[in-house]
């Protein structure tokens, strides 16, 4: 019936790249060689483990949704290692790396670009993993935490 979809929609070296630099930023333990289960889950917000998805994965679904800029992608990369720098005890939950991308490249697009996204579409881009009350949250917390 065909060739199998492609899960990285044609996006896997980005995908691959976001999830090392993240996974490497916050020692994350959802990289895309990782599926742990044993991660605590800390907030009423967390997800069980076994419903998150793959980040590279996750991540490339967000890079073909938007077709962003690579330069929105790599400045996304950039604010993540600069909240690393401003907080560098943060870590996180299982869904953590996931809120982290979505919310860099959230807001590089619209520190970028003139005519961006709305947060509902955002959540759309976040597979459902967050609610639209969640993505406003996630932007105004890394800005907040940004300066």
């Not at 019936?1 to 916050?26: N, R």
């Not at 991660?39 to 998805?53: A, E, G, L």
């Not at 490339?60 to 290692?81: D, G, N, W």
């Not at 459902?128 to 105004?140: A, C, D, K, P």
């Amino acid at each position: 019936m065909g060739a199998p979809l492609d899960p990285y929609h044609g996006f896997k070296d980005i995908a691959e790249l976001c999830d090392h630099v993240i996974s490497t930023l916050f020692n994350s333990a959802n990289s895309s060689s990782s599926t742990s289960s044993s991660s605590s889950s800390s907030s009423k917000t967390d997800k069980d483990s076994s419903s998150v998805p793959n980040l590279a994965e996750f991540i490339a679904y967000s890079l073909y949704r938007t077709r962003l800029p690579t330069s929105i992608v790599h400045q996304a990369l950039l604010l993540l290692h600069r909240l690393k720098s401003r907080y560098p005890s943060a870590r996180g939950t299982s869904t953590s790396p996931h809120r982290l991308f979505l919310s860099s490249l959230m807001l590089s697009s619209k520190i970028s670009m003139d005519d961006t996204y709305s947060n509902k579409s955002w959540q759309i881009v976040g597979q459902g993993l967050f609610s639209l009350r969640e993505v406003n949250q996630m932007e105004r917390e890394l800005f907040a935490f940004l300066g």
